[in-house]
């Protein structure tokens, strides 16, 4: 109890005021999460503002394209978020309204545990206590555990932990709390141990394991690959096609793909790195100006080059555009 205190203290003094904390909609904190996976509160500020001005109902998002929910979140990455994000939107009209049980929340296509006690608990006051990756590092080191956070029994322990912490009259204050005092206070880096609230309570302090804890498994390899993309454009048309799924990038656009690059190609940048989660992309991007179209598989279509903004990219096309 003295811990749930302890942190609900300093959130009335030191949370962040964002614009989704002063509203109940669950629409607008739902968004706000969907948003925030993976990315900084920084960063997903401006595209929270973006959707919520352009689609402020759920009603309105439904009824957008894919293409434009694409569009609008271009450069924020992961874009699975994006097209669940859409297929939500219609689940919940569908519905007639937001779903209000954490069940229920969870069968919102791109929700999980936490996302729908982070929603639960927020909008609807729901007992359901969150668990991210702040979540971990709180608790890791302030109870001074070492079960690896990214194995069966490490997420059942910390689940299990963060519930009976939870006070479940102040679930919302306390979720919100919890995730902000691991973003600002207790940091993957440099923690402000000597200004913590808990430093009395604080097990890798006493321990000087802090910067051991959480611990957590190495499992993830990297693949690397190498992209050949031939902007190829003739007159005032380039062409494009969309990506499929099963791999990177689904839905979104991109210029002609292939193995090798044709002769007369000009190579405008050879070898640019960009790193995703799971993979290293090695990118050679040549320009193929040419008077006549030539023959490109079925799903390639020509569009004016002027409009090409109004198609959703991969940052990386963005970034090889850039350099035209």
């Known amino acids: 109890m003295e811990f749930a205190l302890t942190l609900l203290k300093w959130f009335r003094e030191n949370g962040r005021d964002l614009p989704w904390r002063q509203t109940h909609d669950p629409y ?68 007639g309204h937001f779903p209000n049980t954490i069940e229920e929340i969870k069968k919102l296509k791109g929700v999980g545990d936490y996302t729908a006690a982070a929603i639960g608990s927020i909008a609807f006051g729901l007992p359901a206590a969150v668990v991210d990756g702040n979540v971990y590092r709180v608790l890791a080191r302030h109870f001074g555990i070492d079960t690896p956070i990214n194995t069966t029994e490490g997420k059942k322990a910390f689940t299990t932990l963060a519930q009976a912490l939870l006070p479940t009259k102040e679930a919302s204050a306390y979720n919100q709390a919890i995730m902000d005092f691991g973003a600002m206070q207790c940091t993957p880096q440099s923690p402000k141990c000597d200004r913590c609230p808990l430093m009395e309570s604080c097990e890798a302090v006493r321990q000087n394991s802090v910067a051991q804890l959480p611990v957590k498994l190495k499992k993830l390899k990297v693949r690397e690959r190498h992209l050949i993309y031939i902007y190829t454009r003739c007159g005032d048309e380039v062409a494009i096609h969309r990506r499929g799924p099963g791999d990177i990038w689904q839905g979104l656009w991109e210029p002609l793909l292939i193995d090798n690059a044709p002769s007369g190609a000009l190579l405008i940048r050879k070898n640019v790195k960009h790193v995703l989660t799971h993979q290293i992309i090695y990118a050679d991007f040549y320009l193929l100006e040419t008077s006549e179209k030539p023959a490109l598989p079925p799903d390639y279509i020509w569009i004016k080059e002027k409009d090409i903004d109004n198609y959703a990219l991969p940052r990386l096309i963005e970034i090889l555009l850039s350099k035209l």
Do not use: C, M
Not at 69 to 95: D, F
């Open 28 to 95: 607008a904190i739902w968004l706000s999460e969907i948003i925030l996976q993976q990315t900084q509160v920084k960063q997903g500020w401006e595209y929270w503002e973006r959707f919520i001005n352009r689609w402020p109902t759920v009603e309105a998002l439904a009824e957008a394209n894919e293409d434009e929910v694409l569009r609008e979140w271009q450069g924020l990455g992961y874009y699975s978020r994006a097209r669940n994000l859409h297929v939500a939107a219609r689940q919940i009209t569908a519905l």
